[in-house]
């Protein structure tokens, strides 16, 4: 069965780095578009990033666009998401998405002093 599992969430200082990444298993991941959504409490869940099936094309969200960077390694089937220049405002959790169907669990990022 399709799993997709996240990883590398944590509590971080305004301005700091996380990396999260995305397990796949179950599909064929190198013919899988794969996305980075994200929900904070009371919200609703949004986008955040997307990357095609070769790593060629890359869309960001207006509100991560310069400091996030949404990758993936094919060989390994996991995606990345790298975070950089966090902001408390980044505060969710993040979940990984496959083919615009299959989600993972969630990990929780922090940032806060």
């Known amino acids: 069965q399709v799993q997709l599992v996240e990883s590398g969430g944590g509590l971080v200082q305004p301005g700091g780095s996380l990396r999260l990444s995305c397990a796949a298993s179950?599909?064929?991941?190198?013919?899988?578009?794969m996305s980075w959504y994200r929900q904070a409490p009371g919200k609703e869940r949004e986008w955040v990033a997307s990357?095609?099936?070769?790593?060629?094309?890359?869309n960001y969200a207006d509100s991560v666009k310069g400091r996030f960077a949404i990758s993936r390694d094919n060989a390994k089937n996991t995606a990345y998401l790298q975070m950089n220049s966090l902001k408390p405002e980044d505060t969710a959790v993040y979940y990984c998405?496959?083919?615009?169907?299959?989600w993972g669990q969630g990990t929780q990022v922090t940032v806060s002093s």
């Open positions: 998405n496959a083919r615009g169907h299959y």
């Open positions: 179950g599909f064929t991941f190198s013919s899988a578009a």
């Open positions: 990357i095609s099936t070769a790593g060629i094309t890359t």
